[in-house]
Every structure is written in structure tokens, then in C-alpha cells.
């Protein structure tokens, strides 16, 4: 898989990357991670969990991803053709502000993305997609459809919603990404957040609930002050 830091591309084995990856029990993998903020933001707080940033664009990473951080990586790739080497690794995936394809193949019924987001979660991963009014109404939808085909066509395959809350401006001033920024002092600052849990057809056993459980703590435990509201 190619990896980036700073100015250089490093192309990384199966076994490297097992290794640069052993030892985490959280791995959170950021789709469409821009410039790496997040990535960055999280990965300094959280050093006992690995974070995987991917996008397909390599300028914007430059600087974010020169820093040494120990549990973090940059991967260049397209979200459709995310790396086998990530197959059943990830326990929580992070959507922020799709545009473009990535935003197409989350509204699109039967995209492969859905399926590989399937392949790379773990049993009970966690996944939160926030998504934008402006880039959904530029792909034709408003925002509440937007979401709502969104979130229906991820319940149809095996992703059950948790929650789902609106970002207003005084929210998205306070998220930790550069794109978030950019929209609160925009003119649509408006976007909704899903949050959604991977179903195990055992999930009902005692296993599944504790891990459940589990995933609920970790979760606090990331958010940000000036948190979006639950609404359901
Ligand atoms: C609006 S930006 C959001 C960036 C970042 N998540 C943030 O909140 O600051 C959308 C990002 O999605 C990436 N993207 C769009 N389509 C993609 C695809 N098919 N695969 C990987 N990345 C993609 C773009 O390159 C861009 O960096």
C-alpha cells in the first residue's frame, strides 16, 4: 500500500504494515481525511489506539503527516479500493464531510465501497459519517433525504444507527477538522451526523453485547466540547 510522509511516498508490505499496527487493540481509520487534521487531533490524544487516515489526494497531507507520530499513518488511496491488508482490522471508521465520489458511492444502493466497508470493519465497529448540507444538495439531495438514503442504505447492510444529531455553526467551529471550520464560518453551516454500529448476526450473544457496551464508553470519551445534540 503507498503511505506518505511529508514529501515522501513509502510503499509499505503486508508485513510491515502488520507490525507498524501490532500491539493496538483500537485501530480508527478516517475516510477521506483531507489534510489529516483529524487524524492528527486524535492520534495525539488518544496514543493508546492507531488512526489510518486515507485519501486519494496526497497534496493537502503534506504537513499533517510529516509529523512523528508513532499510532498514526497516511494512506493514499481511492475509497473504493481501500488496501486488502486492512481486511477485518478496523474497529471504528470516521466519514467527515465527503464530497465527490466518496459522497456518491455512500448514496449510491449496491456501490462497492458499502461492501469493502463491510470487509475492513471488525465485528461491532463503530462508524460516524458527518455530512454537509452544500456538497449534498451540489449531488442533489437536501440534506434530511441525503442523510436519510444514507443511513438507509448502510441499515440495509448490516450497519445499525445508533444516532443521528445535527452540527450547526457553533458545533462545527468546535470539530476538529479543517473542512468542519471552512463550513461554520461558510454560508450553509449546517450538517448531520450518523452514528452507526457493525451487526453481528450473533448480536445478541453476551459477547456482543459487552462489546457493544465497550464501544459506547470508548465513544464519550472522543467527543470534543460543544458536542452535537442527540435529537433521536
Ligand atoms: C470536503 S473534504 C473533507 C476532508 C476532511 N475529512 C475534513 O473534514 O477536513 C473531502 C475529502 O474527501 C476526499 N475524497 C473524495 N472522494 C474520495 C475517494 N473516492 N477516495 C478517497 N478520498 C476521497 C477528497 O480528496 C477530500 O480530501
Redesign the pocket.
Known amino acids: 500500500m503507498e503511505t506518505i510522509r511529508g514529501r515522501a511516498s513509502l510503499e509499505l508490505t503486508a508485513s510491515d504494515f502488520k507490525r507498524t499496527v501490532a500491539g493496538y487493540e483500537q485501530i480508527l481509520l478516517d475516510?477521506?481525511?483531507?489534510?489529516g487534521?483529524?487524524v492528527r487531533w486524535m492520534a495525539e490524544k488518544h496514543k493508546e489506539r492507531f488512526f489510518i487516515g486515507?485519501?486519494?489526494?496526497r497534496e493537502?497531507l503534506r504537513d499533517n503527516s510529516q509529523r512523528k507520530l508513532s499510532n498514526a499513518l497516511f494512506i493514499i488511496a481511492?475509497?473504493?479500493a481501500l488496501p486488502l491488508e486492512l481486511n477485518g482490522l478496523v474497529s471504528h471508521i470516521t466519514i467527515?464531510?465527503?464530497?465527490?465520489?466518496?459522497l456518491e458511492?455512500l448514496l449510491n444502493t449496491n456501490d462497492p465501497l458499502i461492501s469493502r466497508l463491510a470487509s475492513i470493519a471488525r465485528p461491532y465497529a463503530g462508524m460516524e459519517i458527518r455530512i454537509n448540507g452544500e456538497a449534498l444538495v451540489t449531488a442533489g439531495w437536501s440534506l434530511e433525504l441525503g442523510a436519510d438514503q444514507i443511513e438507509a442504505i448502510l441499515n440495509a447492510n448490516g450497519w445499525r444507527s445508533t444516532s443521528r444529531s445535527w452540527m450547526d455553526a457553533p458545533v462545527l467551529r468546535s470539530f476538529p477538522?479543517?473542512?468542519?471550520k471552512r463550513l461554520a464560518f461558510g454560508r450553509d453551516p449546517r450538517a448531520v451526523q450518523l452514528k452507526l454500529i457493525r451487526e453481528e448476526d450473533s448480536a445478541t450473544d453476551l459477547h456482543g453485547c459487552a462489546r457493544i457496551a465497550e464501544l459506547a464508553r470508548n465513544e464519550l470519551n472522543d467527543q470534543p466540547t460543544g458536542y452535537p445534540r442527540l435529537i433521536r
Open positions: 475516510l477521506g481525511t483531507g489534510d487534521r483529524y486515507v485519501d486519494a489526494c493537502n481511492n475509497a473504493q467527515n464531510f465527503p464530497w465527490g465520489s466518496l458511492s477538522t479543517t473542512w468542519a
